[in-house]
């Protein structure tokens, strides 16, 4: 256990970067992307499933939207890891872990896309129904374009947090950051630089995230101005 006994050791540190930097980075970024995809398009389906003129509909989706949000992501995690196999339902560990951050997200997605819709004027509801515009037409035409923008900062503030979920995925034997950090901590029992290597990864991922989501605010508030 070479050099056990100092605080930090540079040797170690240089050796285990290029593997946090490079699966373990991957498979971050491909549960954030992905599972931020699944949560914008499903959110945006369960808000439009939310307003259906049809009752049991409605109710059945805050049901969904209730359920989904009251449970912890962990247990939503092992549950369709370990339980969902025994019906049938079964995917790859990494499959699984991006598809639950999706639906788990998609709950509080819908929550900002609906808040998007009723923002936009009654005016424009109003305009769409003068002019006979179809059902269809009124929502791709003119609802959403006004609605979506204005979520797009929120939108962000959901990537990041789904970033900073993606280290529960390990306890399904997905190796993220912090996965391959602690695999290769545990080689030589040296947790201190493949772990503190790790934190800085994640700060650096989070920091550029908040800094484009900021920039989409300024951006949007500047087109509502105009």
Known sequence: MQGANEVWN???AWEVLPLILGDGLL???????LGSLIAYAFGLVLALLRRSPIRVVGTVVWLFIEV???????????????VLPDFGVQFDALTTGII??????????AEIYRAGIEAVPVGQWEAATALNLPRTRTWTGVILPQAIPRVLPALGNYTISMLKETPLLLTIGVADI??????????DFRLQ??????????????????????????????????
């Not at 989904?68 to 370990?82: C, H, M, N």
Request: proline share 3%.
């Open 100 to 109: 639950v951050i999706g639906l788990h997200y998609s709950t509080y997605t």
């Open 27 to 33: 498979v971050t970024l491909q549960a954030t992307v």
């Open 10 to 12: 540079w040797d170690n």
């Open 178 to 187: 912090v996965g391959t950090a602690s695999q290769e901590g545990a080689k």
């Open 193 to 226: 630089e493949p772990i503190t290597i790790a934190g800085v990864v994640f700060l650096l991922l989070s920091f550029s995230a908040s800094l484009l989501t900021r920039w989409m605010e300024r951006r949007v508030g500047s087109l509502k101005s105009v």
């Open 68 to 82: 989904i949000r009251s449970t912890p992501l962990l247990v939503q995690i092992f549950f369709a890891f370990y």
